[in-house]
């Protein structure tokens, strides 16, 4: 006897279908993504309860983000050199316009991407140090 196997046609799906999911998958809105493919509102809501269409667009969100992640990833090394070069001031980078806030906040993201810094609060302080110190000196 021969095992008989299991093949699973590929879902088709319409023109306005996969014009609703690129837009959903990229962010859109229901009634955004109804008005790209040139369908209702409603049409666009009764194609998301379809189990077959929720999962090709988690499927295409996925795809996006780990695109995403790819991009970031490779800005990193970009970023980091612009908050070094912002961090370390004028006396390392010869800028002869300099704003202190700006060093600030770059300092900031260090130590909040760092995780040493919570994403909020305590630098509250910091800020506003800076900006009477800036006061006191004009």
């Not at 590929?10 to 998958?25: C, D, K, N, Y």
Request: glycine share 6%.
């Amino acid at each position: 006897m021969s095992k008989q196997e299991l093949v699973v046609a590929p879902i088709v799906f319409t023109g306005p279908q996969e014009t609703a999911l690129r837009s959903l998958a990229g962010g859109a809105h229901v009634m955004e993504a109804a008005v790209e493919a040139g369908v209702r509102r409603e049409t666009v809501s009764r194609w998301l309860a379809q189990e077959d269409f929720r999962a090709e667009l988690l499927r295409r969100r996925e795809e996006l983000w780990a695109q995403y992640r790819d991009r970031l990833t490779e800005m990193v090394p970009t970023a980091l050199g612009a908050l070094d070069f912002l961090c370390r001031g004028p006396e390392y980078n010869g800028s002869e316009h300099y704003d202190p806030r700006v060093r600030l906040d770059a300092a900031l993201a260090v130590l909040r991407i760092s995780g040493l810094l919570p994403q909020r609060g305590p630098a509250l302080a910091l800020q506003v140090n800076v900006n009477n110190n800036e006061r006191n000196t004009e």
